[in-house]
């Protein structure tokens, strides 16, 4: 699991909009217990479309936003998968394994991952 990385996005968000715990597990229909558990990044990201929409909801985040995309992302990559609609784009989920056995052949370090993150971003 990508550590606690969806879960401190969870809380820094809560925070923002001065919600308690408790009033976004209530919003998100969430069980309190559980709603720490995923921002403290000891219950891993839920996969199912429908909670993950009441998260978005609860946080208030406009879909196709930039957050709303950051938690979708953070949450897949927490559980070892690629966005979903990523893998719907025919184009690119043709292109993965090309990045994959890439990035397998020739590891990164974190500098040039950084730099292909930024270039990517300018293309």
Request: zero cysteines; a positive charge; aromatic letters at 4%.
């Amino acid at each position: 699991m990508v550590e606690n990385e969806f879960g401190a996005f969870l809380k820094g968000r809560r925070a923002a909009l001065r919600l308690s715990l408790r009033g976004f597990a209530q919003r998100a229909g969430l069980d309190p217990g559980n709603a720490s558990r995923l921002e403290r990044g000891r219950a891993a990201p839920p996969e199912s479309a429908e909670v993950l929409d009441r998260i978005v909801a609860a946080l208030e985040l406009r879909k196709g936003s930039r957050d709303h995309h950051r938690l979708l992302d953070l949450a897949a990559a927490a559980r070892g998968r690629i966005p979903e609609d990523l893998l719907s784009d025919d184009a690119v989920a043709a292109r993965l394994p090309v990045l994959f056995r890439t990035l397998r052949s020739k590891p990164l370090t974190a500098e040039q991952l950084d730099r292909l993150i930024d270039a990517v971003r300018k293309a």
